[in-house]
T-cell receptor, first 115, second 115 residues
Framework: GQQLNQSPQSMFIQEGEDVSMNCTSSSIFNTWLWYKQDPGEGPVLLIA?????ELTSNGRLTAQFGITRKDSFLNISASIPSDVGIYFCAGRSNAGGTSYGKLTFGQGTILTVHP | NAGVTQTPKFQVLKTGQSMTLQCAQD?????MYWYRQDPGMGLRLIYY???????DKGEVPNGYNVSRLNKREFSLRLESAAPSQTSVYFC??????????????FGEGSWLTVV
């Protein structure tokens, strides 16, 4: 099956620092999604990417869909305490049939921001 | 705006007991999913339903059954709970079809402990 490797597994940073995390895949995806999960909550969509090479921003967040369609990164600039949480990448392959719509998730990056 | 609602939020079971996790969405989505989340493993797909009346196995279906009761509701059943099924369970839904821009929405999670 498809595999997603997300790194780093965890990050401990000071408030105000920039953060970068990435995901790589063993196969091609047509969509890359980045989610954030707060403690005790379900994942919430941050950014969606639909085209190879696409660079999309959402406030202090920027994500890119890799040219090879096998990787994506998420950057957070000027981190604040409320950025704390688990960040997940997810890829979707439009391979057709019953695979359409299924997401493959990375293992998650646990972000801790010290004030 | 209820979105995806799942119950119960917390449950403790004894090994061998059965239980059903309920999920409902009010967004008129055709696809629904059940994921489990374990530390360091990301979210893994248990079962999904691409449309009312259909269900398919995901990555980790063993020990589970599902029912797509109608378009709104998708339940997950553990017939004989095992400690390995201790996890956080997330229901999700998405409007799928030929539009790549559709994204998945998650419920708030159900914390299940099997002792």
């Amino acid at each position: 099956g498809q595999q997603l490797n997300q790194s780093p597994q965890s990050m401990f940073i000071q408030e105000g620092e920039d953060v970068s995390m990435n995901c790589t895949s063993s196969s091609i995806f047509n969509t890359w999604l980045w989610y954030k999960q707060d403690p005790g909550e379900g994942p919430v969509l941050l950014i969606a990417l639909y085209k190879a090479g696409e660079l999309t921003s959402n406030g202090r967040l920027t994500a890119q869909f890799g040219i090879t369609r096998k990787d994506s990164f998420l950057n957070i600039s000027a981190s604040i305490p409320s950025d704390v949480g688990i960040y997940f990448c997810a890829g979707r392959s439009n391979a057709g049939g019953t695979s359409y719509g299924k997401l493959t998730f990375g293992q998650g990056t646990i972000l801790t921001v010290h004030p | 705006n209820a979105g995806v609602t799942q119950t119960p939020k917390f449950q403790v079971l004894k090994t061998g007991q059965s239980m059903t996790l309920q999920c409902a969405q009010d967004m008129n989505h055709n696809s629904m999913y059940w994921y489990r989340q374990d530390p360091g493993m990301g979210l893994r797909l248990i079962y999904y339903s691409a449309s009312e009346g259909t269900t398919d196995k995901g990555e980790v279906p063993n020990g589970y059954n599902v029912s797509r009761l109608n378009k709104r509701e998708f339940s997950l059943r553990l017939e004989s709970a095992a400690p390995s099924q201790t996890s956080v369970y997330f229901c999700a839904s998405m409007l799928t079809g030929h539009t790549p821009g559709n994204t998945i929405y998650f419920g708030e999670g159900s914390w299940l402990t099997v002792v």
